[in-house]
């Protein structure tokens, strides 16, 4: 079922943010919850505003990819802020929700999820959850749309997604009821972006760190038409990934796109 203007009222009873969830703006479909969230970038008073979907037509993914948003399964959602931080920053709140998101499927999942960096959450080696950042601009106003998918309950994924994609439901053996882990998603993503401007993106990446098992594997990290090889060490104090390069070289990368190697 799509969700009612009564699971809208419940979730804002239990949330507990300063700047998400102020309001909450529900759909029972759309095409992307991110494009819905840019049309507010320019309306100054839409700070942390969540857009919420039952299912998404063209629900996207990094790199122009789409993300499969089965209708009324999954957690389809976007969040719209607008810190004021230089643009070398602006990537940073992909590691931030990051760690929110993870801790948030863990919470209630028995199996344990991962960070894979920069925005992949995994569950038993596949996806299970994923984000989207993006820096818009309409006049003078800009903001950051944060664009969160989770698969929570489904049961299938088509067969170009088989071997990638999962979900809590499948990997755990139960379904789950979405409104606990929202209000949870959405209460704790506020903490952590208000520690975030606080206090910098020393205390994320600590966290980040903790929740990830991708360090000491074997890598792959694609920019372009260049791809490096070598071992995942940490994520450094800025947040990039720092790689011990196959011929001896450690590099720390602000992006890319990495494949964990088998």
Known sequence: MPYSLKDI??????????????????????GSTNDIAKRLVGESDKEGSVILAGSQTQGKGRLGKTWYSEENVGIYLSILLKPSLPPEQIAQ??????????????EFSRVRTFLKWPN???LNGKKVAGILTEHCQ????????LGIGINVNHARFPVSLQHIATSMAMENGETFERLPLITFLLNHLDQEYRSFLNKGISPTVDQWNLNSDMFGKHISLTQGAQTFFGTAMNLDKEGQLVILIDDGEKIA???GEVTLME
């Open 9 to 30: 009222q419940w979730i804002q009873s239990q949330l507990r943010a300063e700047h998400i969830g102020r309001e909450i703006i529900n759909y029972d479909s759309v």
């Open 93 to 106: 709140i992909t590691l931030v929700a990051g760690v929110a998101l993870v801790q948030a499927i863990n």
């Open 120 to 122: 992949d959450i995994l």
């Open 138 to 145: 309409d006049g003078a106003h800009s903001g950051v749309i």
């Open 253 to 255: 990368f602000a992006s």
